[in-house]
């Protein structure tokens, strides 16, 4: 089945560690984003690539980046990451063809990767 | 100004109840309205979409939107335990948040009591 996919489910790092997750897609899908949720909020718009070019929310801190080696895999750095960070990373893809308002592109989740910051 | 407003809960019901989930927003430019269901640990998942104002059915699920109130709702008749999750509303000015992204609500914890 065509899916998003997220790598690893559960990451557990250390205060300032590096740290790198991972999202795949077979979908062929031309916008993937990154979220960010926090326990009992709402998910927020980290950035997301729509092709090639990178679109960052204004207030995504700058411990956050992002890279999209292919169409298939986007991958979210966290440079030095604080408590603050512990959240969970959810990836989406859309299939996003144009300003069109008679269209739906429906953006498909990955399960989502719980990031603990000891 | 993106902010959407939705009552976290928990909200508990019987098996069989009628269940009402709302949200409301402020920017008058979102036009693609969305419900999500989200199992624990788990990606959301799209139950339904609306354009604009009116009402859609799905099965068991209705979706509203109110454009002049700027009022969503989702309502889910004959509510059974499996559909106990958490439901997020979200809302893009794009269609599927394409070119912006999709704002969600924190979300309401619905508990279905067998």
């Known amino acids: 089945d065509a899916m998003v996919i997220q790598n690893p489910r559960y990451q557990v790092t250390q205060f300032g560690k590096p740290v790198t997750l991972s999202c795949s897609q077979t979908l062929n899908h031309n916008v993937m984003y990154w979220y960010q949720q926090k326990s009992s909020q709402a998910p927020k718009l980290l950035f997301h690539?729509?092709?090639?070019?990178?679109?960052n929310e204004a207030d995504t801190p700058d411990n956050f980046q992002s890279r999209r080696p292919n169409t298939s895999f986007c991958f979210l750095d966290i440079r030095s990451p604080g408590l603050g960070d512990a959240a969970m990373y959810l990836c989406?893809?859309?299939?996003?063809?144009?300003?069109?308002?008679?269209?739906?592109?429906?953006?498909?989740f990955g399960p989502g990767t719980r990031l603990t910051v000891l | 100004q993106k902010e959407v407003e939705q009552d976290p809960g928990p909200l508990s019901v019987p098996e069989g109840a009628i269940v009402s989930l709302n949200c409301t927003y402020s920017?008058?430019?979102?036009?693609?309205f969305m419900w999500y269901r989200q199992y624990s640990r788990k990606g959301p998942e799209l139950l339904m979409y609306?354009?604009?104002?009116g009402n859609k059915e799905d099965g068991r699920f209705t979706a509203q939107v109110d454009k002049s109130s700027k009022y969503i709702s989702l309502f889910i008749r004959d509510s059974q335990p499996s559909d106990s999750a958490t439901y997020l509303c979200?809302?893009?000015?794009?269609?599927?948040?394409?070119?912006?992204?999709?704002?969600f609500g924190k979300g309401t914890h619905l508990i279905i009591q067998p």
């Open positions: 609306t354009y604009s104002s």
């Open positions: 989406a893809t859309s299939a996003y063809g144009g300003p069109e308002l008679w269209t739906y592109n429906e953006q498909f």
């Open positions: 920017n008058s430019a979102f036009q693609y």
């Open positions: 690539y729509y092709d090639k070019d990178f679109n």
């Open positions: 979200a809302m893009s000015m794009s269609s599927g948040g394409g070119a912006d992204g999709l704002t």
